[in-house]
């Protein structure tokens, strides 16, 4: 069982902006930037492209709104998508709202949040939903 399948469970406590059968959405703890939020499927698979097509399918359709959320909420050009795979073994896709290439580097320091920065961060997000 990965830790995200924990998160999933409620095992390990997250900051949840959405969820249905499939997949789950909460923001990162370690982020690149206020915004960065993980989606991951609830279907344990470790690499992102042997997930059955469906769920490919359906995994852009269930991040779209959440990506238009995150560009409501923050100063940004777009939300950028990235799909690396490399931390946890469990297929997900990292959405972070970008100005320019570089803040999807995944090698830049991460932020360090409080917990009531992470709960209105949340909050802005999950009300532009």
């Given amino acids: ?4 399948s924990k998160i999933i469970a409620g095992e390990i406590p ?33 690499k992102f ?13 269930f991040a779209k709104p959440i990506a238009h959320a995150i560009e409501k909420s ?6 950028g998508i990235s799909v690396m795979g490399l931390e946890v073994p469990h297929a997900h896709m990292h959405l972070v709202p970008i100005n320019s290439a570089n803040d999807l580097n995944f090698t830049n320091d991460k932020l360090k949040l409080s ?3 992470f709960t209105a961060i949340q909050q802005k997000i999950v009300a532009n939903l």
């Fill in 49 to 61: 492209f042997d997930l059955p097509d469906e769920y490919l399918r359906s995994l852009l359709l």
């Fill in 1 to 4: 069982m990965t830790i995200f």
């Fill in 115 to 117: 917990p009531d920065e």
């Fill in 74 to 79: 923050f100063d940004c050009n777009r939300c």
């Fill in 14 to 46: 997250s900051y949840k902006i959405a969820e249905d059968e499939h997949f789950f959405a909460f923001l990162d703890i370690f982020p690149l930037v206020k915004g960065h939020v993980l989606v991951i499927t609830k279907l344990e698979t470790d």
